[in-house]
């Protein structure tokens, strides 16, 4: 069984300051492993994902993760917040016909 | 292209009640999936589809149908709605081969059930 735990319900970042959203999974096989985004009232977007090519992974607007093996976790990190990253943010990690397990979410506020 | 689009877009049924989401994609992907949000729980998968004519019982299936009869459409049904059934839902779909591909998802059916 796949499973994801999102540390923080709620993260508060001063506007340039940097964005840290942690997640952390368990799969019993290697893992593809997601990052997506919600703005207010949307879909869901895809930030960036792992598939095993690089532990390092940059996605969209300046986004980018770390896969770590012996810590379980894929976190996702960005160096400056902009107002424009409030939002939130589920970590997701992908099982048997691609079907996704999702994180309980981040809700991200960015104050001035 | 549209990508995902899903209709309606919001919806308020009595207890007992039956509707139908229509979800529908012009990418020509195999695989679609119906997920449910609810505050604090992220999204969990209802019901899914990895080609046209067929369908499987997701996390949360009980209350729920699907069908899948043309290959650009995934429908979700409630028989008889309950208020625990009031939740936004998405459709998703992508391609086939692996699970490393990306779901694409429409905007979203937000239902409340009185």
């Known amino acids: 069984a796949q499973s994801v735990t999102q540390l923080g319900s709620h993260v508060s970042v001063s506007e340039g300051a940097l964005v840290l959203l942690r997640c952390n999974y368990s799969?019993?096989?290697?893992?593809?492993l997601f990052w997506y985004v919600q703005y207010p009232n949307q879909g869901l977007q895809l930030l960036l994902k792992?598939?095993?090519?690089?532990?390092l992974v940059k996605g969209i607007n300046d986004f980018e993760a770390e896969f770590k093996k012996s810590e379980t976790s894929f976190h996702l990190t960005k160096p400056s917040a902009h107002m424009s990253d409030a939002a939130e943010y589920f970590c997701?990690?992908?099982?048997?016909?691609?079907?996704?397990?999702f994180g309980a979410g981040t809700q991200v506020v960015v104050t001035p | 292209n549209a990508g995902v689009t899903q209709t309606p877009k919001f919806r308020v049924l009595k207890t007992g009640q039956s509707m139908t989401l229509l979800c529908a994609q012009d990418?020509?992907?195999?695989?679609m999936y119906w997920y449910r949000q609810d505050p604090g729980m992220g999204l969990r998968l209802i019901h899914y589809?990895?080609?046209?004519?067929?369908?499987a019982k997701g996390e949360v299936p009980d209350g729920y149908n699907v069908s899948r009869l043309k290959k650009q459409n995934f429908l979700l049904g409630l028989e008889s709605a309950a208020p625990s059934q009031t939740s936004v839902y998405f459709c998703?779909?992508?391609?086939?081969?692996?699970?490393?591909?990306?779901?694409?998802f429409g905007p979203g059916t937000r239902l409340t059930v009185l």
């Open positions: 792992y598939t095993s090519a690089a532990t």
């Open positions: 998703a779909s992508s391609y086939p081969s692996g699970s490393g591909n990306e779901q694409f």
């Open positions: 990418m020509n992907h195999e695989y």
């Open positions: 799969s019993s096989v290697p893992p593809y």
């Open positions: 589809s990895v080609g046209e004519g067929t369908t």
């Open positions: 997701a990690v992908s099982g048997y016909w691609g079907k996704l397990q």
